[in-house]
């Protein structure tokens, strides 16, 4: 199953998609408020909002197996909430390009905490300055080599500001991350322009988690990345686990193209 991130659609995975079809079906969700799915007046488009979404289009599938969850952006985070949530459910989790953050008050080192405060002020910004981010994100959208894969519109700009604020400003990740029972693969390019080291360094030490550092990548999932997604599907750091405590081979998942 293929969480993206925010302000974008399943389109995320173009580059994903062709290295696991011959081994995997793939679930390619549109997540709640994005692409071609719903975007309901009552959703706050918290974590557990999104995950909530996921885990009604997982119920309609009837998937018996435990199943591998990749999370782009902030599809990981929503990912890493609903591995937490659901134990059984998931044998294995792929956080792609995850903007896990903490408060700029916990980070000791000046250089990380002074990055970790841009973020949060650019973040702040993007949402309070309408004109402006539709302008450019419409701007940066002619300038990448996939169709929509940056998709910030009139249509979605409540899901955007609500997801942003109460999905990335306001998360929870590393205490879901202490409470996933699956394997965790993080796989962060080291051009990533959102990424965190101070808060990296946290989760490599974390129990069952490895992190993988890809070169010449950025945030977006280009060939590079999508390789290394590939490979921590297929050849995982730890063995997946089906919900009986057998272990899995990345092979044998079995996943489903559906939308929420």
Known sequence: MLLHGIASSSVTFHNVLPLL???HRCIAIDLLGFGESPAPAWANYTLADHAAAVERTVASLRLREPFTVVGHSMGA?????????????????VM??????????????AFERAR????????????????FTLRHAALV???????????????NWEPFVKSLQHSIESQTTL?????????????????DEFRSEAVLRIVERMRGVTVRRVRATNHLIGKRLARAVADAVLTPSHPRVSGDGVALSGRAQYLEATLV
């Open 21 to 23: 079809e011959r081994t």
């Open 77 to 93: 985070l929503i990912a890493a909430r609903y591995a937490a949530r659901k134990p059984r459910r998931v044998s294995g989790l």
């Open 96 to 109: 792609v390009s995850p903007p896990i953050y903490l408060s700029p008050a916990e980070i000791g080192d």
């Open 116 to 131: 970790m405060d841009f973020y949060l002020r650019l973040y702040e910004y993007l949402r309070t300055n309408r004109d």
């Open 141 to 155: 959208q002619r300038l990448l080599p996939i169709p929509k894969a940056v998709d910030i519109t009139e249509r």
């Open 175 to 191: 205490s879901d991350l202490a409470h996933v029972k699956a394997p965790v693969d993080v796989i962060m390019g080291n051009l």
